[in-house]
């Protein structure tokens, strides 16, 4: 592994055979993230391939001539071209792996990858998932002296950090950017000296063993796991949706219905949390139209008289939506009708979308005890149905799911598992 500056471009890059370069800035959560994982990679591919590091603030030009513009960003040249896909944000081991294997002969492949060696680390504690539920047990258990581990799929903060803004977490006067809040959150536990693995894939996890295999080849076991995965939310499947999450579209009334006051709102979904976050969108906003796949409503009775009875409420039956875009500060989303097949443009000012939400349990669900919408169901110590397995915050069984109650149910499980411990 060797570090270049950009006059050393050309020579160790273009003219270098095949290159991985790594663009990196200091005070950057992902490019930490990545370090391991490079420095990792290196020595089983470096006699192959070589690795490369250039600091981005100090060879901005170049970083501009190529056109990156975010750090951490990983490009691989064979011979002086550029190949495969360009790596940024949070990098996971699998994604560096399939292009850096884009350039071997199979041959090399099985003869490097019969090189690996698995690797077991034992904690006292693992974290799935590093959301404010996640980080909160982090940081309490850090501050026990108890050896944790936080281990996510994703870069820490969870769904905070993909937040607009974050006006109800109380401590700050004005509303902070979730991305701001998250971060403050992840550095507070990270500074404790909690161990992050964070973007990474879990291979497995075994909950009877309290073992978690990540990146294939790193077994990692505990006396405790805390389950803090959180949820994902129901996808219309209608194209832009992920492109505009949080930049026009939410999933969270409460946090967001007061940022379009006197302004135009659509809603996606008929169902019970539907109509009544209509009701609680409609005390800000001067008109919320729903859009339902269904001929009527489908929540309980009383909720749609009274939402029925509201007249700020516009209702658009047995369509769904199939774009959504922006024009300007609009957001513009093409619905369908289904009957008719008729598509026609909404613009309004923001978009709700209420279909559901899952836990994320893939992995572990099979022993758990779940509710009977797949919520693990935890006591109050926020143990679950197996000793030594403790869940946390939104993926657990609970009436509201607020970065507040996922903070809470972390300060829990992380006392009770050091009272135990110690
Ligand atoms: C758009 C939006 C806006 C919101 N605004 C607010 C607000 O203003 N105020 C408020 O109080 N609440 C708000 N919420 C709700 C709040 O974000 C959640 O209640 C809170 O984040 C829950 O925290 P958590 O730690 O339980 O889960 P999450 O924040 O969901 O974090 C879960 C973490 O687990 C990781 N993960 C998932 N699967 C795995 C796996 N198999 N292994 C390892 N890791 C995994 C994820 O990558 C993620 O980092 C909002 C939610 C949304 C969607």
Not at 163 to 191: C, D, R, W
Not at 303 to 313: D, G
Not at 362 to 387: A, H, P, R, V
């Amino acid at each position: 592994m060797k570090e270049i500056n950009s006059t050393e471009f050309d020579l160790e890059v273009l003219q270098g055979g095949k290159v991985i370069l790594d663009f990196y800035s200091i005070e950057c959560p992902p490019c930490e993230a990545l370090a391991s994982k490079f420095e990792d990679l290196s020595k089983l591919y470096g006699k192959d391939i070589k690795f490369l590091k250039i600091y981005r603030q100090q060879n901005r030009e170049l970083a501009e001539k190529l056109g990156v513009k975010s750090s951490p960003t990983l490009l691989f040249f064979n011979e002086g071209n550029e190949i495969g896909q360009r790596l940024t944000g949070g990098i996971k081991r699998s994604d560096i792996i399939h292009n850096l294997d884009l350039m071997l002969s199979d041959n090399r492949l099985k003869e490097i990858k019969s090189k690996i060696k698995p690797s077991v680390s034992e904690y006292d504690v693992i974290i799935l998932g590093a959301g404010p539920g996640g980080l909160t047990a982090g940081l309490y258990l850090c501050q026990s002296k108890i050896n944790t581990v936080l281990v996510d799929i994703a870069l820490p903060g969870g769904q905070v950090s993909t937040t607009h803004e974050v006006s109800n977490y109380p401590g700050f006067i004005e509303p902070q950017a979730g991305y701001l809040l998250s971060h403050n959150m992840s550095e507070q536990t990270k500074l404790c000296g909690t161990v992050y693995k964070v973007a990474v894939d879990i291979t497995k996890v075994d909950l009877a063993k309290k073992e978690v295999v990540i990146d294939e080849f790193q077994t990692i076991r505990a006396k405790k796991i805390v389950i803090a995965t959180g949820t994902t939310p129901n996808s219309t499947g209608a194209s832009g949706e992920k492109a505009h999450k949080g930049k026009g579209i939410s999933y969270c009334a409460t946090c967001d219905a007061k940022f379009f006051d006197n302004k135009e709102v659509i809603v996606i979904g008929g169902g019970n949390s539907a109509v009544e976050e209509s009701d609680f969108i409609s005390r800000f906003a001067s008109k919320v139209t729903i859009v339902h796949q269904f001929e009527k409503l489908t929540a309980n009775k009383k909720a749609q008289e009274k939402l029925l009875a509201n007249p700020k409420m516009n209702f658009i039956f047995n369509s769904e939506p199939r774009v959504f875009d922006k024009d300007g500060d609009k957001m513009v989303t093409e619905i369908e009708n289904l009957i008719t097949g008729e598509k026609t443009k909404l613009v309004s000012d923001g978009v709700f979308i209420f279909i559901g939400m899952k836990p994320n349990i893939e992995l572990f669900k099979d022993n758990l005890k779940l509710d009977q919408w797949g919520y693990i169901i935890s006591d109050e110590n926020m143990q679950t149905s197996i000793s030594d397995i403790y869940a946390v915050g939104d993926v657990t069984s609970k009436k509201y799911r607020q970065i507040t109650t996922a903070v809470a149910d972390g300060t829990i499980a992380a006392m009770a598992i050091a009272k135990e411990l110690n």
